[in-house]
Structures are given as structure tokens and as C-alpha cells.
């Protein structure tokens, strides 16, 4: 039971409400192929580069976020799921809070086997219109973002989780593009940490 109130306890501590508009103090992006950014090698990001996969699901993420830390199981679980389905998770830190050291500790600590970006000027926050980590977006070949919000439904509002997870949003989002079906819902309110 301490160990369940403690856990609580840092989740609300390390998270706030997504109920904000957040305001980033740079870019307006409307086309996401004029985004630059890098991943931790330096490398520069191109989005053109995602219309080989079937579907690419941007996952926004803070290594001090107490959420990011409880996920990093589920999103390597379907990484590994939909690799050979030509479906990509990637995540992204948003703002320059964190070093490239401090970035990689997290994914080392937390074994997450994905790309990470930098979004240094919130391009892809503002693009996506972004608000909380950890949150996702998932766009089809063609750029359209075909699901965002949560991962799944744990968490029901800060603090308060469910016993049983009974319904995996961005599960379901990958198997009705490797199904061709269609999706039973589309949009989801994800809560987590403010992004800053």
C-alpha cells in the first residue's frame, strides 16, 4: 500500500494537468516537412524518409517524466510487435531542458529501443499541437495524423489508475492500419506532464 501512495505521489508531483494551451516560444509549423531537428548522433531528421513506413507514431517524451518511465515497457513491446509491419515509433524531447547525456541515461535506464529527436524549437509540439508527455500522434504514409492522445487507458486522470488496462489506443491504431480497417477512435485527451 506505501508503495502504491508513493508511486501516486510522484506521478502528481512529476506531472500536471494537460487542460492547458501550451504557448512555445518559436516555431509555427504547418508544413512538417520544413522541420528540422536531430536525433542524439546529430543526425538531421527527414520526414519525407517516413512515407517508406506504412505509419510512424511520434511519442512525445520527458526523462523526468514519472508517466514516460511507467510506458517505456509498453512502447518497446509494440516496437517490436509492428517492426516488420513498417510501423516506427519515434520519440521526441521537447524543448533543450535535458542533454543529450541526460537523454540517453533515460533510454538506457528505461531500455527504450526507438529514435529519439530533439525538438529544441518545439517544431513538432507546435505542429502536433503537443501538450503533455507522454503523448502520441500517429500519421500515415500519406502525413495525415490518423489517432492522437493516449497510449492506453491506465491512466484515468492524474494519480488515479486503473487496475486493468482495458483499452490500448495506440494498439489498436497500428493494427487497423496493418488490417486496413477502420479506426474506432481517433482522438483520446492524454495525461501526463506539462511540456515547457
Same mark, same amino acid.
Given at each position: 500500500?506505501?508503495?502504491?501512495?508513493?508511486?501516486? $505521489?510522484?506521478?502528481?508531483?512529476?506531472?500536471?494537468?494537460?487542460? %492547458?494551451?501550451?504557448?512555445?516560444?518559436?516555431? #509555427?509549423?504547418?508544413?512538417p516537412?520544413?522541420?528540422?531537428?536531430?536525433? *542524439? @548522433?546529430?543526425?538531421?531528421?527527414?520526414?519525407?524518409?517516413?512515407? %517508406?513506413?506504412?505509419?510512424?507514431?511520434?511519442?512525445?517524451?520527458?526523462?523526468?517524466?514519472? =508517466?514516460?518511465? #511507467?510506458?517505456? *515497457?509498453?512502447i518497446?513491446t *509494440?516496437?517490436?510487435q509492428?517492426?516488420?509491419? @513498417?510501423?516506427e &515509433?519515434?520519440?521526441?524531447?521537447?524543448? #533543450?531542458?535535458?542533454?543529450?547525456?541526460?537523454?540517453?541515461?533515460? =533510454?538506457?535506464?528505461?531500455? *527504450?529501443? +526507438? %529514435?529519439? &529527436? &530533439?525538438?529544441?524549437?518545439? /517544431?513538432?509540439?507546435?505542429?502536433?499541437?503537443?501538450?503533455?508527455?507522454?503523448?502520441v500522434?500517429?500519421?500515415? /504514409?500519406?502525413?495525415?495524423?490518423?489517432?492522437?492522445? @493516449?497510449?492506453?487507458?491506465? $491512466? %484515468?486522470?492524474?494519480?488515479?489508475?486503473?487496475?486493468?488496462?482495458? @483499452?490500448?489506443?495506440?494498439?489498436?491504431?497500428?493494427?487497423? +492500419?496493418?488490417?486496413?480497417?477502420?479506426?474506432?477512435?481517433?482522438?483520446?485527451?492524454?495525461i501526463?506532464?506539462?511540456?515547457?
Amino acid at each position: 500500500m506505501l508503495r502504491f501512495l508513493l508511486g501516486t $505521489i510522484l506521478i502528481i508531483a512529476g506531472c500536471q494537468t494537460s487542460n %492547458q494551451n501550451p504557448i512555445y516560444p518559436y516555431l #509555427n509549423v504547418t508544413n512538417p516537412i520544413s522541420i528540422q531537428v536531430s536525433n *542524439l @548522433k546529430g543526425e538531421t531528421f527527414n520526414w519525407e524518409n517516413l512515407q %517508406q513506413n506504412k505509419a510512424t507514431a511520434f511519442i512525445f517524451i520527458s526523462p523526468e517524466c514519472p =508517466l514516460c518511465e #511507467n510506458y517505456s *515497457l509498453t512502447i518497446n513491446t *509494440l516496437q517490436k510487435q509492428f517492426k516488420n509491419e @513498417k510501423i516506427e &515509433l519515434i520519440g521526441i524531447v521537447p524543448g #533543450n531542458y535535458y542533454s543529450v547525456e541526460q537523454i540517453d541515461s533515460f =533510454l538506457t535506464t528505461y531500455q *527504450l529501443n +526507438i %529514435q529519439v &529527436l &530533439l525538438d529544441t524549437q518545439y /517544431a513538432f509540439c507546435n505542429f502536433f499541437n503537443a501538450k503533455v508527455t507522454p503523448e502520441v500522434f500517429v500519421v500515415n /504514409a500519406k502525413s495525415e495524423t490518423i489517432y492522437e492522445g @493516449k497510449i492506453d487507458n491506465w $491512466i %484515468q486522470a492524474l494519480g488515479i489508475k486503473r487496475r486493468v488496462i482495458t @483499452k490500448f489506443y495506440l494498439e489498436e491504431a497500428f493494427q487497423s +492500419i496493418v488490417n486496413n480497417t477502420p479506426l474506432s477512435i481517433s482522438k483520446t485527451e492524454a495525461i501526463g506532464c506539462l511540456i515547457e
